[in-house]
């Protein structure tokens, strides 16, 4: 205790995360308009903010993308990255965070939003990073803040300390007691508050609430446990060292109280970052770089501007950046900087370097990618941290509207996917569609909405197809024969096929028992080949699988006799005698784990009953307080918009993963609805 761990020198990245609405593009504005960055805030629901800046943003009034802000207080600088708070967009987030040196949490009194605070915790948690939670909205408060610390608390793994204790005038928040600084402060709207005298019932609530605050710290503090103890008060730089040494350590959480929309609890916040949040140089040693002397990045996010081609926003984390450096990125790639912005929403400047601790855009590193670590040494860098998407819950097929614009879809596609590598493209080999994989509803609208305002290309979608395929249940023996008689040579093959279902999942396999030469052996390969091009549609439209066919015996012309001919053969073999072979409808089924908060795992087990999935158990989710995991059985088709009812049920915190487990057989009038459906398709 005593040791002066406050006020780092050089310029600090601070993340702003919290649940979906909960107030931090406002917070970002109060910022900004408090330090003189902007000279009044703007509003979301006016669309003037400078976060949520973005044609998609402003149409939908969230967040869909992060922005980064640069401001200064007391002379020292600040970025703040304003992440989304919608788990759709969560990657965004993910990506940035390792290269913050601190985050604020903004969240509000709102129990229904606990689920999507504990997920944004528990990432800050597993990464270390130092963390202020801003219960905003204070001025809407309509229960004590200690009963709103109890309900917060679960999300948390460390203890939520209190730093501030409202002052009420009747059912309204006033001001706010600072419980380290031992004073208060009236609010006044859009202006810096006010001292007051700490009298009365505010200051016998003041030394019970900065007691049990003292508790908290004593808990990683023998000598101030001592002088708790020995009813002895501490010093107030030694309560301050003591706040700044535990949140960076990881031990505590603050908890400060303000109203983002008025402005109020903006300066006490900004004070707590400068005095104890940590720098550059212990975001450094988290991330594990050692005696750095060559610049070292992180490539935190990536941009197409429509007219100003790639940005690569990056953290500066050792060393000076220059423009027009080489750099060497972990992932083998390099790149020659061309242009260094400083980023400040949407008014970026040019500026020749940049130093430790700096957030700047670095313009025209077209193969350096999201996620990557560069260096401007004449070595590849190590990565110092990889981010994988979440697994994918929500796909649509998508198509050019005009045919023409195919290729320049294409372009799009891969541009979105550098943005955001949550959103993937799969082409599937049997449709020849392009699928594209998203994160949600509106993170794959949002995606077609970019397609179009944005590289020009108009889309049309559908839902995937599923992967249906067939099988026989009854064996046969079918003889195939091809003839063809034109001017010159003709064309003759002919084959006889023993046909037979397989067990599930073995596979297709072809053999050959032809005796006597009654099928020249050159000819046997395109006899296989006949086979599987009439295996690829079967008689009720599918690809068929499990099946063993086996070439017994045929005949052949010396003359007219050819490859093509054998293949037509087989090809025709097959294909009637699969009708006779009492063909069967498979649907994938999927094995899918579900995580949901406790409370909604009733209504997801309804859920799943409703989609004919066949729910194999739940357990409480390992290391999450009142999370359960709920594992089935469910069929593809059924899966395709679970996500939407999922994340209703849960409001909006729950997921799924899901694999591949078996195909199954459908008959009956489920059977004859997809057979006609497909029929009417094609």
């Known amino acids: 205790m005593g040791q002066d761990v406050r006020s780092p020198r050089g310029p600090r990245c601070i993340a702003l995360v919290g649940p979906f609405q909960s107030g931090k593009t406002t917070l970002l504005e109060a910022i900004l308009a408090r330090t003189g960055a902007i000279k009044t805030a703007g ?31 007391m002379g020292d600088s600040y970025t703040f990255i304003d992440c989304p708070g919608s788990i759709e967009f969560a990657h965004d987030m993910r990506a940035a965070l390792p290269a913050v040196d601190a985050a604020v949490v903004v969240c509000e009194a709102d129990e229904k939003k606990l689920p999507q605070l504990q997920i944004i915790l528990r990432e800050l948690e597993e990464l270390g990073i130092p963390r202020f939670l801003f219960l905003n909205k204070i001025d809407r408060a309509n229960k004590r803040v200690r009963e709103t610390l109890a309900t917060l608390q679960p999300a948390s793994r460390v203890p939520l300390v209190l730093r501030q204790i409202p002052i009420w005038n009747g059912d309204l928040i006033e001001g706010f007691v600072d419980l380290a600084l031992e004073r208060a402060f009236v609010y006044r709207e859009h202006k810096p508050s006010e001292v007051m005298a700490l009298e009365g019932g ?38 301050f060292d003591d706040l700044a040494r535990e949140l960076r350590e990881g031990q505590i959480c603050p908890v400060l109280l303000g109203a983002a929309s008025r402005e109020n609890g903006v300066l006490r916040l900004m004070k707590a970052l400068r005095h104890e949040a940590p720098g550059v140089a212990e975001t450094a ?58 980023v400040s929403g949407g008014h970026d400047s040019k500026r020749p370097q940049a130093e430790a601790g700096d957030t700047v855009a670095l313009g025209k590193l077209d193969a350096i ?69 998203g994160q949600g509803e509106m993170h794959l609208r949002v995606a077609q909405e970019r397609l179009k305002d944005r590289y020009g290309v108009n889309v049309k979608s559908h839902p995937p197809a599923i992967g249906y395929q067939e099988t026989i249940r009854k064996p046969i023996t079918q003889r195939g024969r091809h003839k063809k008689q034109s001017g010159g040579h003709g064309q003759f093959g002919d084959v006889v096929l023993d046909i037979k279902p397989k067990p599930r999942g073995s596979g297709f396999e072809f053999h050959e028992k032809v005796v006597g030469g009654a099928v020249p052996r050159n000819y046997i390969g ?14 009720l439209g599918f690809p068929v699988i499990d099946v063993d066919v086996t070439l017994t015996d045929g005949s052949y012309h010396s003359v007219d006799s050819s490859d093509l001919a054998f293949r037509t053969a087989a090809r025709i073999g097959v294909s009637e005698g699969l009708p006779q072979c009492q063909p069967v409808l498979l649907e994938p089924i999927h094995m899918v784990e579900i995580v949901c908060p406790t409370d909604a795992t009733a209504k997801i087990n309804a859920i799943l009953s409703a989609r004919r999935g066949q729910i194999l158990g739940f357990d409480t989710r390992d290391g999450w307080i009142g999370w359960d995991c709920v594992r089935a059985t469910m069929p593809e088709s059924e899966i395709g918009d679970l996500i939407v009812e999922l994340r209703s049920a849960t409001a909006g915190a729950g997921t799924f993963t899901r694999q591949f487990d078996r195909m199954a057989e459908v008959t009956g009038r489920a059977a004859d609805q997809i057979i006609a459906a497909h029929r009417d398709a094609a």
């Open 43 to 73: 509003s979301v629901d006016a669309g003037t903010s400078v976060g949520d800046a973005s044609p998609e943003a402003r149409q939908h009034k969230m967040g869909v993308g992060l922005t980064a802000a640069t401001t200064t207080f």
């Open 369 to 437: 990618k999201t996620g990557d670590t560069v260096s401007s040494g004449k070595t590849a860098p190590a990565s110092l941290v990889k981010v994988e998407p979440a697994a994918a819950v929500l796909s649509i097929s998508i198509a050019a509207t005009d045919r023409k614009d195919d290729v320049k879809l294409g372009q799009a596609l891969l541009r979105l996917n550098e943005e955001d590598p949550s959103l993937t493209m799969i082409q599937n080999p049997r449709t020849h569609d392009t699928v594209l994989w």
């Open 202 to 239: 505010n200051l016998d609530r003041e030394k019970e609430a900065r007691f049990s605050m003292l508790e908290k710290l004593a808990d990683h503090d023998d000598a101030l446990m001592e002088q708790l103890l020995e009813d002895i008060q501490p010093p107030r730089d030694a309560v």
């Open 526 to 539: 395109a006899v296989e080949e006949g086979v599987v091009d009439a295996l690829a549609r079967g008689p």
């Open 285 to 342: 040693d988290r991330l594990g770089i050692k005696d750095q002397k060559d610049a070292l990045a992180y490539v935190f996010k990536t941009v197409h501007l429509q007219h100003g081609g790639k940005l690569s926003l990056a953290r500066v984390l050792a060393g000076r950046l220059d423009d027009g450096a080489t750099l060497q990125s972990s992932s083998g790639e390099s790149g020659r900087v061309s242009g260094i912005l400083a």
